[in-house]
């Protein structure tokens, strides 16, 4: 048998060395194959988490963030309502709130913040709509005034969005979410 680290040498007798290079004896810690013998390494130990069972398992680390005050339903029809609400404005937040109000108190209220937020942007809208026309007749002060309104549209909009983002992990942690600007009109 030769040295693989040197070529035409001998190599020295070991116990175990007499077999095949891809052969290992148990328990001799001798690697084959130039392949490391993790196992028999002192301190060696099984990370937490990954599992020896043929099949699946789950990443180690990964966690489900458990809900605490809402259902995993009623999560998801939450941030669909908020998403919905956010281009579709007070249309989805009604629907919803219809259906759905009396479930559990947080629900109810995520419920009805949404909807007062729709309407505040609906009101801004149609004030916008109604008011254009004649402000459009008023010099210099009608287009000012045009501008503010839909550049508040615009911020409501964001807004609104903000909260579609915020409001999920709010829900998670079981804490009632609080739009930046809103009127309490349906209670």
Not at 161 to 168: E, G, L, N, P, T
Not at 177 to 184: P, T, W
Request: proline letters at 10%; hydrophobic letters at 40%.
């Amino acid at each position: 048998m030769t040295n693989e680290m040197n070529p035409g040498q001998p190599v020295p007798e070991q116990p175990g060395n007499n077999l095949p290079p891809h052969v290992q004896q148990p328990g001799t810690g001798q690697p084959g194959m130039g392949q490391p013998d993790y196992t028999q390494q002192p301190g060696y130990s099984q990370q937490p988490g990954y599992s020896q069972q043929p099949g699946y398992s789950q990443q180690p680390g990964y966690t489900q963030q458990p809900t605490v005050g809402l259902t995993p339903a009623q999560m998801s029809n939450l941030q669909l309502n908020y998403w919905l609400s956010v281009f579709f404005t007070w249309i989805p937040a009604l629907i919803f709130y219809l259906v759905q109000k009396g479930q559990s108190p947080l629900y109810d209220s995520y419920l009805r913040n949404n909807l007062n937020f729709s309407l505040v942007r609906l009101i801004l809208f149609v004030c916008t709509f109604i008011l254009g026309e004649p402000l459009l007749f008023v010099p210099f002060i009608g287009g000012l005034l045009i501008f503010l309104l839909w550049a508040a549209a615009v911020v409501l909009f964001v807004f609104h969005i903000i909260a579609a983002v915020q409001s999920a992990e709010a829900a998670r942690r079981g804490q009632e979410y609080k739009f930046i600007f809103n009127l309490d009109m349906v209670h």
